[in-house]
């Protein structure tokens, strides 16, 4: 079973053959592309999800001409990304901060599958977005922390929430549940 933080080894091989043969032919319209790697490499249908995929992510733009389609690699792919990374991590921030600010509240009124399930995407959330900052501290300095009030309100918060948990009468089996399912977020053996 693969956990949404683990890479999927097809989809990245199926997004690489597209990126290749796109930015190796800029000149070969949709359908031409469509010969080239169609069915060698993969099906119509993952072609065109995979291709969805890319626009999505911004790695590939689409330029019309007349009727045909042409694709070409995002020139400014790095510029955006890290634009649409410090977006989603600094709206998950302030999310996170007025979810914290209603859980000392709202939590102890909820039964105990949905205490588990929100606290473990609360955990989740704020180990991400914790993950952002320092992504995004490395891409713009790597020798300074630029994001310091982030990482330390984000581990205030941590603080918070682990005490909304603990004052609570179903702690003994929130906490041990929701921390045994933390620990594929910690890191993992790397094979060679």
């Keep these: 079973m693969v956990s949404h933080i683990e890479p999927d080894l097809k989809s990245y091989e199926r997004e690489r053959v597209v990126f290749e043969a796109i930015k190796s032919n800029p000149n070969l319209h949709h359908n031409a592309l469509l010969k080239q790697i169609v069915p060698q490499y993969m ?3 993952t072609f065109e ?3 969805d995929s890319l ?9 019309k001409q007349g009727n045909m389609k042409f ?3 995002e020139p400014d792919f790095e510029i955006k990304f890290q634009h649409r990374i410090e977006q989603k991590t600094n709206n998950s921030f302030h999310n996170l901060k007025l979810q914290l600010r209603r859980l000392s509240t709202d939590y102890p009124h909820k039964d105990i599958n949905e205490k588990i399930l929100l606290i473990d995407t609360i955990l989740k959330n704020l180990i991400f977005t914790d993950n952002g900052f320092t ?10 922390t630029l994001y310091r009030d982030e990482h330390l309100l984000i581990q205030q918060l941590f603080n918070q ?13 929130v906490f ?3 921390m045994s399912n933390l620990v594929q977020l910690t890191p993992q053996k790397f094979t060679e």
Excluded at 135 to 144: A, G
Excluded at 161 to 173: A, N, P, S
């Design 135 to 144: 992504f995004l501290d490395s891409m713009k300095n790597p020798k300074k």
């Design 43 to 45: 099906a119509k249908t």
């Design 55 to 63: 626009l999505e992510k911004e790695i590939i733009f689409v330029k």
């Design 49 to 51: 999800k995979t291709r």
């Design 176 to 178: 041990p549940t929701v």
């Design 161 to 173: 929430l682990f005490q909304v948990i603990r004052k609570d009468k179903d702690f003994g089996i």
């Design 71 to 73: 694709y070409f690699p």
